[in-house]
């Protein structure tokens, strides 16, 4: 029995003239997947995509998973292709769906016909349908309202398609329909699913990380790799850009009061980060705070980082609880890397008592103690590029 993926994409993305745009991005990023998992033919009609496998090596369960993992797409499901007679939808309705149905209590049978000039219109084809699981699974019921598995039958133009329930798929946008930010990337849990919630919104992604030779180690710089290749799986590749810290953070404890430190860190980062977004012609920064989570996340703290740069800064987590972001990272796999206990520059040289309420003012009279340009040019100057190519 021939089988094939089919993906649907949310309408509400495909309004005017950005549709075959839209349509060609998430193509283009089924058929990169495809690749990595055998011989598919990837192919697009009604607003669906297809991908048809061409022979027995090509895995469709690995296929159907990366599917689902693609922003843009709303719907992931595995059919049956027949003819578009009767006979034939009825065996294959016979042959392939009780596999699917073993262990459910209730089904409903949906039917829609791109072909009109197919003899049954969808309520009699559904009641065929429903008919012929009755008789095939008699441990099932019909529940119009709730049922376990909906069962889709579909007459198009290429053939028929019997469907034992579609699985949700990864939602959003396609990655680049958005235009490109930069993720501020620490080792942490936050920004990893910060860079997750701006790629579902079709933002394709870079990042910058700040490391803190030797305070920080070669081990944290692995970990923020491989957190951006965990993250790649859905954002397509990343480019990851590291900037030492730490002669800044060095003047900074030479220099500067005490209780200063992080928010004037943070503006160095944000300042840092702005220059190269600009080069890289991304259109905003990212980061993972939330308000309130820790003292340079308070309402004041964050005016004070926001004020180093004019750049739009977008903080996907603002409102969510720490909670909610773990369950996100655990969802999308950057958890457990997220964990690993090594140290982030940020958590070198941590004031004692940092300032919750800062005013701008103080915080650039302590600026102005050093030459802040001069220690940006100084560290950009310090830039590496890891390529990180995704795996799909
Ligand atoms: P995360 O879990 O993302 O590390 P956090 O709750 O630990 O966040 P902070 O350490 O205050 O919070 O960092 C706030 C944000 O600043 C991070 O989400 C990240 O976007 C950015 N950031 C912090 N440290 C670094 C770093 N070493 N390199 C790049 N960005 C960083
Ligand atoms: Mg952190």
């Known amino acids: 029995m021939k089988e094939i993926i089919l993906c649907k994409y949310g309408e509400i993305v495909l309004k005017g003239a950005n549709k075959k745009n839209f349509e060609d991005m998430l193509t283009r990023e089924i ?18 995509i297809y991908i048809q496998p061409e022979d027995d090596t090509a895995d469709m369960d690995g296929m159907f998973e990366a599917a689902r993992r693609v922003f843009g797409i709303v719907t992931v499901s595995r059919a049956a292709v027949c003819d578009k007679s009767m006979d034939s939808i009825r065996a294959t309705a016979r042959a392939y769906l009780p596999a699917f149905l073993t262990g459910k209590k209730t089904f409903k049978v949906e039917s829609k016909r791109s072909d009109k000039a197919f003899p049954l219109d969808s309520m009699a084809l559904s009641r065929e349908i429903g008919g012929e699981v009755l008789s095939a699974c008699h441990w099932l019921r019909v529940d119009v309202h709730e049922p376990d598995v909906t069962v889709r039958v579909e007459i198009r133009e290429y053939g028929a398609y019997v469907s034992a ?16 930010g930069l993720l501020l990337l620490s080792g942490g849990i936050d920004s990893p699913v910060a860079g997750y919630m701006l790629a579902k919104r079709g933002v394709k992604i870079e990042a910058v990380h700040f490391e803190s030779f030797p305070y920080t180690s070669e081990r944290a710089k692995e970990k923020v ?8 799986v859905y954002a397509g590749d990343i480019r990851v850009h590291v900037v030492s810290l730490t002669h800044i953070q060095e003047e900074l404890v030479k220099h500067c009061q005490e209780d200063y430190f992080t928010l004037l860190l943070r503006r160095y980062m944000m300042a840092i980060a702005e220059k190269i977004a600009a080069q890289r012609g991304c259109g905003a920064l990212i980061t993972g705070e939330s308000v309130g989570q820790v003292a340079s996340q308070t309402m004041q ?25 773990v369950q996100l990272s655990r969802a999308i796999g950057t958890f457990e ?6 140290e982030d520059c ?8 940092p300032k919750t309420r800062p005013e701008l003012e103080k915080v650039l009279v302590e600026e102005r103690k050093l030459d802040f340009d001069a220690l940006v040019e100084e560290a950009l100057a310090t830039l590496t590029t890891e390529y990180i190519e995704a795996q799909y």
Do not use: W
């Open 31 to 48: 058929k990169k997947r495809a690749a990595a998992y055998g011989p598919f033919d990837v192919y697009r009609s009604q607003s669906t």
């Open 165 to 180: 329930g579609s699985f949700k798929g990864a939602g959003g946008m396609p990655v680049g329909s958005n235009g490109k």
């Open 225 to 232: 790799l491989e957190l951006a290749r965990l993250v790649a």
């Open 301 to 325: 703290a964050i005016g004070v980082t926001d004020n180093a740069v004019s750049m739009p800064v977008f903080r996907p987590c603002i409102g969510m609880d720490k909670e909610e972001i």
């Open 337 to 342: 890397t997220s964990i690993l206990p090594y």
């Open 346 to 353: 940020c958590t070198v040289f941590t004031p004692k008592h």
